[in-house]
């Protein structure tokens, strides 16, 4: 089964300034994708950036990119020039590939909350 | 277009009751998923509907949690004699299909007192 890791369980930042959020994950599969996912306080669940495990370019989606390292089954999230708005629970996830006609189903990390000060 | 919506918002109940919530996915997405979210910790995969059938529904803690969707677009999660335990946010999210991004509802907070 796979697992998420995130041991961050909280990071803070100043308005303005860049934080990097970590995430490794288990997997034996080869093909896969990987997702940071931004909970508000309002509980709803917003996709902030995906990876697919066989491009070896990072994602980018204008602040946010992430650094993939697939052989080490590391995937950090940077939030550049970073704004209250910023402000939420992050989640990592992972989802298998989906030639094995399963479920899709996403498994997350625990989570990391960040505050961003202004 | 409107989002995956999820009602009631919040439901509190009492220890042994039972209790149904409800989600409503994005018109014409086939894939619904439920996912359980305790105080935190990342959502869990609950329970996962191609169409109308269950299509997985391993992460179903117990046989007092059953899920239905019987037209193939609303389902609805049921639990049967509710527990302290069952404390916690359920989230609903559906997709074009299995292998497209998921969207999720703003989930349901369960208090079971």
């Known amino acids: 089964a796979q697992t998420v890791t995130q041991s961050q369980p909280e990071m803070s930042v100043q308005e303005a300034e860049t934080v990097t959020l970590s995430c490794t994950y288990d997997?034996?599969?080869?093909?896969?994708?990987l997702f940071w996912y931004k909970q508000p306080p309002s509980r709803q669940m917003i996709l902030v950036i995906r990876?697919?495990?066989?491009?070896?370019q990072n994602a980018t989606e204008n602040r946010f990119s992430v650094n993939f390292q697939k052989a080490a089954k590391s995937f950090s999230l940077k939030i550049s020039d970073s704004q209250l708005g910023d402000a939420a629970m992050y989640f990592c996830a992972y989802r298998s590939e989906g030639s094995q006609g399963g479920s899709e189903k996403l498994v997350f990390g625990k989570g990391t909350k960040l505050t961003v000060n202004p | 277009g409107a989002g995956v919506s999820q009602t009631p918002s919040n439901k509190v109940t009492e220890k042994g009751k039972y209790v149904e919530l409800r989600c409503d996915p994005i018109s014409g997405h086939t894939a619904l998923y439920w996912y359980r979210q305790s105080l935190g910790q990342g959502p869990e995969f609950l329970i996962y509907?191609?169409?109308?059938?269950?299509?997985?529904d391993s992460g179903l803690p117990n046989d007092r949690f059953f899920a239905v969707r019987p037209e193939g677009s609303v389902s609805t999660l049921k639990i049967q004699r509710t527990e302290r335990g069952d404390s916690a946010v359920y989230l609903c999210?559906?997709?074009?299909?299995?292998?497209?991004?998921?969207?999720f509802g703003p989930g349901t907070r369960l208090t079971v007192t």
């Open positions: 990876q697919e495990a066989y491009k070896q």
């Open positions: 509907f191609q169409g109308t059938g269950a299509a997985d």
């Open positions: 997997t034996s599969e080869s093909d896969y994708y």
């Open positions: 999210a559906s997709s074009l299909n299995r292998l497209y991004e998921q969207y």
